[in-house]
């Protein structure tokens, strides 16, 4: 394989900065970083300037057509493709694109998620091009970031809150870096670098599982006789068939200009790992929706298929997306930089304080923005973070927050070296905290770690919800501090008053322990651990209120998100019941009949060719199978039964919190008894392929 020249690849099909500096004329170029760095209206003018060489760049790259790409409340992304031609008078046709096609597309508004606000008859809905994220050309098509909205206004997408929520963060920021003297910096962003988690398994065997090609998770599955338990798997040496997928992914997204970085084994068979770079957070939030389609495309490049789910095998580590988030100001200041001397450094324990009392007063929002029916199975499952929502701050923080907490001397720890005890190596300096793996919530050293997004989410939602908080939670501080005749002595006050009001969302601690539960209980912190659970609180009035204020939703907009996250719920397990109930009925049966029938005719032909022989082991073979098959055949009845009672509930809610409580109890009774039933079966009657072959064979 040729050696890839990275900085030539990186980006060469984006339409950036560069690709802009050396098309445009030089006065567009500076209006157009106007509307891009500022938010500057884009007049016409210009517009059609920029229209025409993103079009003559684009056909230079191999575009014959152009999409408004945006990102539905399904949770991926859309698109609908134009061509470039346009019909002459003489039957030919010429490649053009205008201002105005460049800038607003119209798709079909009451064909996504609308929550209901959209009936199927008002259709129009438009998309809005968003110059802060790069163009860029997939196969054959211009693909365009864009906004998606109703006709009456409605973000009926992703990308609306998240710019919605930056901004409130921007402004509110910089209220508070006013106070501390900052007249230079003009704008404050979240940046964010989302780990993604994923699996991977052989194309021909997951053709051969309907419950993969159905749900993306396996609804059955014996455990294997090697599974994690060797820990053998994490930051291994790679499969040869691995490593040519990774080579082909990192290409691809380079040439995407995707800051894919880090790459290696996760904990469980045939899951790895993919980390790009911190960029700023709805660029970030694009690039990870175009990583998860450029994964999935590769893989079966390769005869493979990679799966996204959360959990797609039981008894196995699930999949997370870890999302590092952190704040920084246009002049390279990272606001949750410590220093080395942290209880000295008030800015920092001004924002960090922000940040706790918003996490502690929001743990409900940040919940549900990491809620779904695929993630319900991964928190808290020792694995996990837990479903309750706390954060680690690390040691040396703790000491310094306790200090202010208590009044009290600081214990005086230290930034000391580890010393490894082999002389030929140095002293490594020791990093201010430890990483917890178990936190929901973790400062890592200049930025906090948000464990709890599932590997299939889009990650606009979590970073919408927590900018929105961090924002509402310093436009408070501000408001204070700005009317303070004493800043120091005022802003001393409130840090104290606020970590010792907030003190009880700080864990240090193990949260896979189970003594933790009653402790977070006794802490007054939420264990929401469905998503109806964590639903029921969305519409609450702090939350409409916090997020109308800040304007990142509108009341209708919240009402809307609450019925269609509910809807998809009952809508992934309903798929996931009628899958397993096919599957039983279909499949698992047949097998275990076919088998019994089987070893039935080797008892027969053992009896006929030696007359007396004794066939008890068969027949106690047939006496267990007969009764798991009878049991099963009860268990998809009582699983059905209870599957038409939840579709038949009055309202969304009701028929979610049916699912929750009655359907996914009875969907895992009868797993358990097919799961017994599987190792019985002799490997020529088995029904699909079992753990050990999609995890074990490539």
Known sequence: MAQTNVPELFGSMVFNQKAMKERLPKETFKALKKTIDGGEPLNIDLANQVAHAMKEWAIEKGATHFTHWFQPLTGITAEKHDSFITPQD??????????????????????????????????????????????????????????????????????????????????????????????????VATTVGPEQEYFIVSEELYNQRKDLRMTG??????????????????????????VKYMEDLNDTLWKYGVYSKTEHNEVAPAQHEMAPIFTTTNLSTDQNQLTMEVMKKVARRHGLVCLLHEKPFAGLNGSGKHNNWSMSTNEGENLLEPGDTPEKNSQFLLFLTAVIKAVDENQDLLRISVASAGNDHRLGANEAPPAIISMYVGDELLDVLQSIKDGTPMQGRSKSKMTIGVDILPPIPKDSTDRNRTSPFAFTGNKFEFRSCGSSLSIAGPNT??????????????????????????????????????????????????????????????????????????????????????????????????????????????IEVETMLEMINKDILPAAFKYMDSVAQSALNVKSLVPGAKTSSQAALLEKLDCLAGSLASKADELCKKHLAAKSASDVMECARAYADSVLPAMAEARAVADEIEPLIGEGCKPFPCYEDLLFRL
């Not at 609804?219 to 930051?235: H, I, R, V």
């Not at 240090?508 to 964590?534: C, F, H, I, M, Q």
């Open 90 to 187: 003489d039957g030919t046709v010429i490649m053009s694109f205008s201002g105005k096609e460049l800038v607003k597309g119209e798709p079909d508004a009451s064909s996504f998620p609308n929550g209901g606000s959209r009936d199927t008859y008002e259709a129009r809905g438009y998309t809005v091009w968003d110059p802060t994220s790069y163009p860029f050309v997939k196969e054959h098509t211009l693909c365009i970031p864009t906004a998606f909205c109703s006709y009456t206004g409605e973000a009926l997408d992703k990308k609306t809150p998240l710019l919605r929520s930056m901004e409130a963060l921007n402004e509110q920021a910089l209220r508070v870096l006013r106070l501390f003297g900052n007249k230079t910096a003009n704008h």
């Open 465 to 574: 919800a927590l900018d929105a908080i961090v924002a509402y939670t310093l436009k408070g501080f501000a408001d204070e501090l700005e009317k303070a005749s004493d800043f120091e002595s005022a802003l001393s006050a409130l840090i104290k008053r606020e970590i010792t009001a907030h003190w009880k969302i700080i864990f240090n601690g193990n949260g896979y322990d189970a003594s933790w539960v009653p402790e977070a209980e006794k802490r007054g912190l939420l264990n929401l651990r469905s998503t109806p659970d964590a639903m029921a609180h969305y519409l609450d009035k702090k939350n409409v209120k916090l997020y109308t204020e800040m304007g990142v939703y509108t009341e209708q907009e919240m009402e809307d998100h609450y019925e269609i996250k509910l809807e998809k719920y009952c809508k992934v397990l309903n």
């Open 217 to 242: 998770r396996t609804l059955f599955g014996a455990k294997p006789s090697k599974g994690q338990e060797m820990e053998d798997q994490y930051f291994a040496a790679l499969n040869p068939k691995i």
